[in-house]
Structures are given as structure tokens and as C-alpha cells.
């Protein structure tokens, strides 16, 4: 038999060496032993691995996260210049200082400004308000009652005729109490003329009949005849009783008639639209006189003004807060140094402290004219006292400076210039929509090479797990040779 010529006692001492070196390599890993049992762990390997590998992606999603802050920050600057566009372009509108108060001296109407009414005082006078008609019924024993003669129940057709329009009502043992005829006229005249119960004091009951509309073309008729089922008089005469108990109104079908500044008036209707351009007179008592004072509203306007301060104001506020640099901490906030944000509010700066119509010779042509003071922040600050003193010297001059009305031909208002601006950043050439494209892009390409950075990185994962896979496959059969090699030297004799 042929033998080794390595000792037994050399071969121990060789695998002794081998096993040291395996433990001396265990121990100089921190996150646990690449080696376990003598194989590698391929998991933890990989993972530290990929954590190498991964950091130029790491990296560009940090960067597309600061893109994307500043993507935010603008977007927050849009729907700020999107508001003070709006509320620029409301208060370029000659509407915007047309808003008016109606003020009424008596008790015979009330007024309300609907529109845009010139400034001017009204005498109104009140000869009679209009007037629904309404028909009562004779009483009767009570509402629950059958209605009936010495000739039997009331039975025939109840007509109701108004204008161009008739309605004819069916009465019979089903509906012949005051409270069923009542319930069958409301439903065949539509609410046209309503029909109700009164019940007295002393518990009799009268059918009512009123119009359900003022005025004198909303008058009716009503009368009763017999019908197929009740072909004759004595059938029918406790229904045509009663009806004709109701031939005379309690109250008549009228127009109101008024007066405005001596001019004689009448109305279907006691909410008058048409006497007054942009104001609506509601007529309450009939011989009665009353004065209506209609003039700017000095509230409204300033706060439709104080509207666009606002808005201006929530711009400059926001862009201070996304550009601060906080000295103390050396702390930047998203866009600290941008000049973008810098332009859009210096450029809107300029706008409010410019002469409004520099060709021009008028008697308002500032903003500090109206009161108008900026502080240190930026922010402007209205006086409302001093607006409302130059809005009643000259309101036509107040509003010109905003609207443009009463400037050089081709001169637009302060508020009209302010709102082309805002809308001129606002596009996608614009100073702001330029940019906020541009940080699209930059989104877009990043995800795209993220994607295929991440794809990469997924192949290379799977690369380096197979071949460590592999590896430990060759360990494994170099360890059962070692185990099978250390049994045949054990079984050797002494």
C-alpha cells in the first residue's frame, strides 16, 4: 500500500494553521463573520457591496430632493402672484370704485343697492303698495264638515278663471268639506291661487281663496256649475251657494302706484328693479314719503383696495420668508440668493412706487397720496382714514390711478399694470414659468437616470451573488475533502 509521506503529526499541525487563520479573519469583522463554518456570508456581503455601488444614485436622489424644494418653494410663489394678479386685475375694473350705499329717510320703502348706480337723491312717494286679491266664503258649520242644503251635499265644478288661464275643480263625496275642496283646488291650480282653511272664533269655517302673485293682471274669477255627474241645479246649489258667497274680493288684485322724483309709477310687483338704474326700491306702506340718498360706498372701496394691498403684501411675506438667511444659525432657506424671486418682487416694488401716468399732470398720481406707506419688511400699509379723505375729495382721481380712466391715451393704471405683470411672470417665458419648466426638466431627466442607474444596479446585485454563491460552493467541497482527509490521517496508526 502506497502512503503519504506527510506525517500525521505535519498534517495537524497544518490544519491547526488553517483554522487559526479562519478565526483570525472572523474576527476582523465589525458587522458579524464573513465566514461562517468556513463559508462566506453571502447576504451580508452583497449588501455591503451594494451599499458602495449605490452611492452615485444616493447621491442623485439627494440632489433631485433639493430640486424638487425649490419646485415647492416657486410653486407657492405662483399661487401668491396668481392671487395678486387677480385681485389686481378686479381693481383695474371702474366697478371696483362705482360700489355704492343707498340710504333711506322714512318708513315707506326700503333700498338696496343691486348694480352700479350713479351718486343721487330720490324723493319716493308711496300712494299704495301692490296687493294680492284674496276671496273668502260664507262660514260654514266647520272645516270637516260636509257643505250641503236642504238639497244634499254640495256637488258640481268649481271654476277658477285668471288671465288667459282657467282651472276647473271636480267636487264630490270625496272631497266635499271645506278642508277637501281647499286640498283639490291647491292641486289643480298649480299654486297659481292658493286655497286654505280659516277657522273663527266660534268655530265655524271660511274657504279663502288668494292670488298667489300681486297686482292687477294676477285677478281672478271663481264660479260653480254642475257637471256630467250632477247634471242639475238642485244637486249643485249648495255648491254654487257657497261659491257665490265669495263673488266679492276681501281684498282687490292691485298694482302699486308710486312716485320717483314726481315721475308717477306703478308695479305689478312692490320690489321695484326698474325706477332706479342699479338699485332695487321695496315698497312696504302706501301714503308715505321718503328720501333715498345713493352714493359711494367709502368702505367697499377701501377694501377692495385693501384686497390688493393684501395680496401684494402675502407675496412680498412669503418671498422674505423662502429667501431669509438666518445669520445667527448660518442657516438658508430653500431659496436664499435666488434671483428670480428677487426680480419678480423688485420689479412689483418699482410698479408701486412709480408715478402713475408720468405724462400726465394729475391731482393723484401716488400711492403715498393715498395713503399708501411701506414698511421695513417690504409690505405696504393702508391708512384708511386718509384713503377715504381722498376718495371723497376726488374719487374720480382715486380711481383713476388705478384704473387708468381720465389718464394719457394708451396710459394703463396702476392696478392694470400690475396685473400684465404678474401675468407676464406668471407665462411659461416668464421670469418665474421659465424657471419652473426648467426644474421640471430636471426632475424628469433625474427619475429617467435613476431608473436605469437602478436597473444597473439590480444586475450587479444579482452578478455578485451568484459568483459569492458559487464561491461558497467550492468551500463547501474543499471541506468535506478537508473532513475526509483529517478521518483517513486519524485512522492511521500511531
Not at 81 to 94: G, K, V
Not at 339 to 360: E, Y
Amino acid at each position: 500500500m502506497t502512503t503519504s509521506s506527510t506525517t500525521p503529526s505535519g498534517l495537524t499541525a497544518l490544519l491547526g494553521s488553517l483554522t487559526s487563520s479562519s478565526a483570525a479573519n472572523s474576527s476582523t469583522s465589525t458587522a458579524g463573520p464573513l465566514i461562517t463554518t468556513g463559508q462566506i456570508n453571502v447576504s451580508q456581503l452583497v449588501s455591503e457591496l451594494m451599499t458602495i455601488q449605490s452611492q452615485p444614485l444616493t447621491q442623485l436622489q439627494a440632489q433631485e430632493a433639493g430640486v424638487k424644494s425649490k419646485l415647492s418653494a416657486y410653486g407657492q410663489e405662483q399661487s401668491a402672484l396668481s392671487a395678486l394678479q387677480s385681485s389686481a386685475m378686479t381693481l383695474a375694473l371702474p366697478s371696483a370704485f362705482q360700489a355704492a350705499s343707498a340710504k333711506v329717510n322714512g318708513s315707506g320703502v326700503s333700498a338696496v343697492v343691486t348694480g352700479t348706480p350713479l351718486n343721487a337723491n330720490y324723493s319716493v312717494v308711496v300712494t299704495n303698495v301692490a296687493q294680492a286679491q284674496s276671496n273668502a266664503s260664507a262660514p260654514q258649520t266647520n272645516a270637516t264638515t260636509v257643505v250641503s242644503d236642504t238639497n244634499g251635499a254640495a256637488a258640481g265644478t268649481i271654476t277658477i278663471t285668471q288671465g288667459a288661464n282657467s282651472y276647473s275643480v271636480a267636487i264630490d263625496a270625496t272631497n266635499d268639506t271645506l278642508n277637501g275642496i281647499a286640498s283639490a283646488i291647491n292641486g289643480a291650480t298649480g299654486g297659481a291661487v292658493n286655497a286654505s282653511v280659516v277657522t273663527n272664533g266660534n268655530g265655524t269655517a271660511q274657504l279663502v281663496l288668494a292670488s298667489s302673485n300681486t297686482g292687477a293682471a294676477n285677478a281672478f274669477t271663481v264660479s260653480a256649475g254642475p257637471n256630467a255627474n250632477t247634471p242639475n241645479t238642485a244637486a249643485t246649489s249648495a255648491l254654487t251657494t257657497m261659491v257665490a258667497s265669495m263673488a266679492t274680493p276681501t281684498q282687490l288684485a292691485l298694482d302699486a302706484s308710486f312716485q320717483v322724483n314726481g315721475l308717477p309709477l306703478t308695479s305689478a310687483s312692490n320690489s321695484v328693479t326698474t325706477a332706479i338704474n342699479g338699485v332695487t326700491l321695496n315698497l312696504a306702506q302706501g301714503g308715505t314719503t321718503s328720501q333715498v340718498q345713493v352714493a359711494t360706498d367709502p368702505t367697499a372701496v377701501t377694501a377692495s383696495v385693501n384686497s390688493f394691498i393684501s395680496a401684494y403684501n402675502s407675496l412680498v411675506t412669503l418671498t422674505n420668508s423662502l429667501t431669509n438667511y438666518d445669520a445667527t444659525s448660518n442657516t438658508a432657506s430653500v431659496l436664499t440668493g435666488d434671483s428670480t424671486t428677487r426680480n419678480i418682487v423688485g420689479s412689483l416694488q418699482s410698479l408701486m412706487n412709480a408715478k402713475w401716468d408720468p405724462q400726465g399732470n394729475h391731482a393723484i398720481s401716488y400711492l403715498a397720496q393715498l395713503g399708501v406707506s411701506v414698511n421695513t419688511d417690504g409690505t405696504l400699509t393702508l391708512n384708511a382714514s386718509q384713503f377715504q379723505a381722498a376718495l371723497s375729495a376726488n374719487p374720480a382721481a382715486v380711481a383713476g390711478l388705478f384704473t387708468g380712466v381720465g389718464g394719457t391715451s394708451g396710459t394703463l393704471g396702476l392696478a392694470s399694470q400690475v396685473g400684465n405683470a404678474a401675468q407676464a411672470m406668471l407665462n411659461s417665458t416668464g421670469a418665474l414659468g421659465a424657471v419652473q419648466q426648467n426644474l421640471q426638466a430636471q426632475v424628469t431627466y433625474m427619475n429617467g437616470q435613476q431608473t436605469i442607474m437602478q436597473a444597473q444596479l439590480a444586475q450587479t446585485q444579482a452578478s455578485l451573488t451568484q459568483e459569492y454563491s458559487a464561491l461558497n460552493a467550492q468551500i463547501s467541497a474543499a471541506q468535506a475533502q478537508q473532513t475526509s482527509l483529517a478521518g483517513q490521517l486519524a485512522a492511521l496508526p500511531g
